[in-house]
Structures are given as structure tokens and as C-alpha cells.
């Protein structure tokens, strides 16, 4: 029995490109930090078009019901963000960042939120600062 790895290029196969690098992603809230609701479609349709920019396209997943725990009040707040990801041209990515980066901020500042949750390459995040 061969239990030898068996080498295939997948792309290839397909007749496609590997022109994409990681995939970064933002959580858009639809609440702030006290569970008041925000303008959620604002920031995601922001969000598509930024990381569209950077990716040639951009995808928003259905809400996620997810909790985050305000570290100020104690309280609980139960949410439904929408994940905005991309997967990223590195080049176009790196240029974009203080554009990406100021979005984010702003998100957080106008929406009062506590954190804004991002991912890179597999690695999750939070920003807690909102000042330019």
C-alpha cells in the first residue's frame, strides 16, 4: 500500500490563479458597548468596498450571534455581527492599510463600541483604541 503524499496542484487543475494572498476580515457590529442598536448596514457596505479594493472582491457572511462581556459594566452584551472578509492582493493590502486602519477607528469611535474585532492569516484580534 503506498501511503506516499500524492502532489497536486489544485489551481492548476482548476485552470485558476493564486494571485491572493491572506484573508483579513472585520467583524461590523450591530450594537455598541451598552447593547444599544447601531446603522450596522452603513459600516458593512464600507466594509465591502474597502476590502474589495484590496481583494478584487469581498464577501459579508450571514450574522453570527456572538457576546462580548463590557469590561466597564459587567453586562453581556449578545450581538450579530457580520464577518467582512477578503482574501488579500498583499501588495494592494499593504498600501491600504492606514486607509483600513482608519475605517476601523472611525467604526469604533461613531458606533461606541468597547472593541472591534479583526482577523489576519488565521490570527484573531481586537482594537480598543479609536483615536486617529
Sequence with gaps: ??????????????GGR????????????????????????KWLNEALQLLSAVGGGATAMPPVTGAWRNPETGILIIEEP????????????????PELAAFVRRMGRETNQGAIALEFDGDFFTVEEFSD
Design 1 to 14: 500500500m503506498d501511503d506516499d503524499p500524492v502532489e497536486v496542484d489544485v489551481v492548476a487543475a482548476f
Design 18 to 41: 493564486a494571485d491572493y494572498g491572506q484573508r483579513f476580515a472585520i467583524y461590523v457590529p450591530n450594537k455598541d458597548r451598552d447593547g444599544l442598536p447601531v446603522a450596522q448596514s
Design 82 to 97: 457580520v464577518v467582512v472578509y477578503a482574501y488579500v492582493k498583499p501588495a494592494l493590502f499593504v498600501e491600504s492599510l
